[in-house]
């Protein structure tokens, strides 16, 4: 499968301006995760400010990972004969059924931020590109942490391939240097809550760590609150991955050494457009299905040069 691999920079700049001369009309619906996460919440309203400066009216439903509660989503388009879904898949494999009943009834479908394990069923999959994110991140821990030391990993929900797409990365990286040794990994679904629970039992069983390296901002922010409860923050090395507000305020703070910015803004407005595309002209307007969006690493360092004139936007 042909890969597109685009800068954050490169495809802001790429982007046409919204028009507000739009002509077209219809549903689009969009369907994401959990939008009580900031990346989730800004993926749905940034899809559908686009789809309505385009001329269609738009909606925003939360699966929250429950392939039922997707599948009846997209029952709910089907039904309001959406001219495109776009939708964030709860489950690699278990999202295949609900695409297919979508694709079925006529409708397009425009996948982002996580995949499906099946090419040919919806016209685009618009993800970050994980591997060189987890790769960016994984290379900025270890400048902090040096090339020994002990920490723990923080790992996603297990039904997002995102979720071992990043630990991958981060070991790529890690098993480069024999005197990093990781302690424990411990599974946290992206929660906050959850990665504030599971630090804190790893931290009871290896209080002497050095760092924690984490699959989201979420859990990583939860690690941090796990810490500062014990009174062993000071000196940590911790990873987020997302770019969260909140994140990036623990990164001003000293609290979280970096984040890695999924440039979800970007492909969720690219993903209506492509959408747009297609049902005006019935084609595709990127022939590859699958499109990666390059990560950025944002640390102390970059946030003297860039600033974020909204959430996950990051500007010079």
């Known amino acids: 499968m042909n890969v597109i691999k685009r800068t954050l920079f490169a495809t802001i700049a790429a982007l046409p301006l919204m028009s507000t001369a739009a002509m077209a009309d219809g549903l689009i619906s969009i369907i994401v995760n959990d ?9 749905g309203e940034v899809a559908k400010a686009t789809a309505e400066e385009l001329g269609y009216d738009a909606n925003v439903g939360a ?10 989503l997209i029952d709910t388009a089907i039904t309001n004969q959406a001219k495109a879904i776009i939708l964030d898949p709860a489950n690699a494999d278990g999202s295949i059924g609900a695409v297919k009943k979508a694709v079925a ?14 090419t040919g069923l919806a016209k685009a999959q618009l993800v970050s590109n994980n591997a060189q994110g987890a790769a960016l991140g994984a290379m900025a821990w270890v400048d902090a942490m040096g090339d020994s030391g002990s920490y723990v990993e923080l790992f ?28 424990a990994q411990e599974v946290a679904n992206w929660d906050r809550t959850q990665g504030y629970s599971k630090m804190q039992s790893m931290l009871q069983a290896n209080p002497d760590i050095s760092g924690v390296i984490s699959g989201n901002d979420e859990m990583a922010l939860g690690a ?40 979800v803004a970007i492909f969720a407005e690219e993903a209506v457009r492509q959408a747009d595309h297609f049902i005006t002209t019935g084609e ?4 590859e299905e699958k499109q990666l ?13 860039y600033s974020f004139s909204g959430p996950f936007q990051l500007d010079r």
């Open 224 to 263: 941090i609150a796990a810490l500062k409860e014990a009174g062993k923050l000071e000196g940590k090395v911790i990873g987020g991955f997302d770019g969260s507000p909140d994140a990036v305020e623990a990164v001003k703070a000293g609290e979280l050494t970096y984040t890695v910015l999924q440039p």
């Open 156 to 183: 996603g929900a297990p039904s997002d391939n995102n979720a071992q797409t990043r630990s991958n990365g981060f070991e790529t990286v890690l098993t480069q240097y024999p005197d990093l040794e990781k302690k």
């Open 63 to 72: 699966h929250k990972g429950d392939t039922n509660t997707e599948s009846n």
């Open 105 to 118: 009834a006529g409708i397009p479908v425009f996948i982002v931020n996580a995949e499906i394990n099946q």
């Open 284 to 287: 595709l307007k990127v022939a």
């Open 35 to 43: 939008p009580s996460n900031p990346y989730w919440f800004t993926e």
């Open 293 to 305: 969006f390059d990560c950025i690493l944002v640390d102390a360092s970059i946030l003297d040069v």
